[in-house]
């Protein structure tokens, strides 16, 4: 492959040794976007081309040292240089922009951050030990991090949304409310799987259990899609107890826990439920091919909350000791899957 005269070999094409050189310095790129996503370089160059002092006079950052950001950001292809010191955004510099359909600058903020950049420092003591070290690293839980640093926190909810979107597009064609009276999302956070679900059934009333802070930003966001009227926010303790429905949602909570802590999830949404009540479970299933973005993703549960992936036969074992099976098996876009259950008889 050329670029500007020079061959430049594919990764395919690369030795062993300069692709493990590659891999090894994965973390300088974390880095590099999240500083550049702190110094909102993209929104800096939305309108047009600036060179790397104008932006430091913007930001209050060292000039030279804006500039080697810059160019190191030209060589991630993030930012294009056009000459005279003067840089533009590329398609994939864009998506650092913030406000915008699609923006990951929540995400760049979150992934170079304390919360998870310092757990991940000791995932081999996770691996040894068999358990999260984030109390080690952070002197508390992550969740209890972000409640003390709620900038962060609020840039983790935030930063999700865009990588929820293929489920949340794909939800309403394979999740059947038809004749359900009242959805809870369990630990739903601001509600964006139940929010779709109401938009596209106007029968459909739906309520948030959740913390308390969160809880209300599910308020503010049904409000804002007009659905405040049929929706509900309860702040409470999943652990405790959870509220009567024929719906549960449970998306993207179960991956958070260890097994003792799923089946009590599951145990007090089989206490609570109807008797021909459905519980949805959306989660990645771990199938034989094995990508990088789901085994990535499950040692990531491991290094922040002591969580894990899992494979059907592990979800089974998890339904059957907490008093449900499953019937429905609703792949979407992967890795993600709708895993329907009816209580167990």
Request: with cysteine; proline share 5%; aromatic share 6%.
């Amino acid at each position: 492959m050329s670029k500007a005269g020079l061959i430049v070999p594919t990764p395919a094409e690369m030795p062993a040794s300069a692709q493990m050189f590659k891999l090894l310095n994965g973390f300088m790129a974390t880095q590099v976007l999240h500083a550049a996503a702190d110094l909102r370089l993209a929104d800096h160059l939305a309108d047009g081309a600036r060179t790397a002092d104008e932006i430091a006079a913007l930001e209050g950052s060292h000039s030279a040292t804006t500039y080697r950001l810059m160019r190191a950001c030209v060589s991630l292809g993030l930012l294009v240089h056009e000459g005279d010191g003067r840089f533009t955004l590329t398609p994939m510099g864009q998506l650092l922009r913030t406000g915008v359909d699609g923006s990951l600058h929540d995400m760049a903020m979150v992934m170079g951050s304390p919360g998870h950049w310092l757990p991940w420092g000791r995932l081999t003591d996770a691996i040894r030990k068999g358990e999260s070290q984030a109390k080690e690293a952070l002197g508390m839980t992550l969740f209890e991090h972000f409640a003390a640093n709620p900038a962060e926190g609020a840039a983790f909810v935030a930063g999700l949304k865009p990588l929820n979107e293929p489920v949340l597009n794909e939800a309403p064609r394979v999740i059947d409310t038809a004749g359900v009276s009242l959805a809870v999302d369990v630990g739903g956070g601001v509600g964006d799987l139940l929010q779709r679900l109401m938009l596209a059934n106007p029968e459909l009333r739906g309520l948030v259990l959740d913390l308390p802070a969160v809880v209300e930003a599910a308020r503010e966001e049904m409000d804002r899609a007009g659905l405040g009227d049929r929706f509900s926010g309860l702040a409470g303790d999943f652990f405790e107890s959870i509220p009567q429905a024929d719906m549960y949602l449970v998306k993207f909570v179960l991956h958070d826990w260890d097994d003792d802590s799923c089946v009590r999830i599951l145990r007090n949404c089989r206490a609570a439920a109807t008797p021909d009540a459905r519980l949805l479970v959306v989660e990645t299933i771990l199938d034989d091919d094995w990508t990088p973005d789901a085994t990535m993703m499950d040692l990531n549960m491991l290094a922040l909350v002591n969580g894990q992936e899992r494979d059907l036969a592990s979800f089974d074992a998890l339904f059957a000791a907490s008093g449900w099976k499953r019937t429905a098996l609703h792949r979407m876009k992967s890795p993600y899957s709708v895993i329907e259950l009816r209580t167990a008889q």
